[in-house]
């Protein structure tokens, strides 16, 4: 059995979770798998921030889209510790287009969309970093 790497990674709730009413159902798909939540807050954020969470796309043509959109009411932001978290919230969430995310994950699920696709996980240990020092700067270690 391959040993046990604790890690944290960061999740956002994106806001068609929030005005879905959908929180309690992904949230208690991260819980039953086994994730605790270190930290959460829900908030509306502006486009400086979208910005600097999003650095690695800013020049992309589908960031302005996609900046209105998470910026377009609350989400929820999360911070998630466990066992591999990091590729396990990834396999949670399913494949970043909602309409071909395999059934079961939370975008397989509840997404039919390539934008509007529910929620974010952190895609490596030196984004979750520099994301949950982003966004809850006072867990940053
Ligand atoms: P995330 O960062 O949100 O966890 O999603 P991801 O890794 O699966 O996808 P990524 O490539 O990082 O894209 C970030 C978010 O941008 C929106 N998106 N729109 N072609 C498009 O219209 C397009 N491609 C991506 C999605 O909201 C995606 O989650
Ligand atoms: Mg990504």
């Known amino acids: 059995m391959a040993a046990v790497t604790t890690e944290r990674t960061f999740v956002l709730l994106k806001p068609d979770t929030v005005r879905r009413g959908l929180v309690g159902e992904v949230l208690s798909r991260y819980e039953a798998k086994g994730l605790r939540v270190v930290a959460l807050q829900q908030r509306t954020i502006d486009a400086a921030l979208a910005d600097q969470h999003y650095v690695e796309h800013v020049e ?47 975008r397989g699920d509840f997404s039919l969309s390539n934008r509007e696709n529910l929620v974010h996980g952190s895609d490596s240990p030196e984004s979750a970093a520099r994301e949950i020092a982003l966004w809850f700067p006072e867990l940053a270690r």
Not at 66 to 90: H, K, M, N, Y
């Open 60 to 106: 992309r043509d589908f960031y302005p889209p996609l900046r209105d959109f998470v910026t377009s009411g609350p989400l929820v932001a999360v911070v998630l510790e466990g066992d591999q978290a990091i590729e396990v919230v990834r396999a949670l969430n399913g494949a970043t287009d909602g309409r071909v995310a395999a059934p079961g994950t939370i």
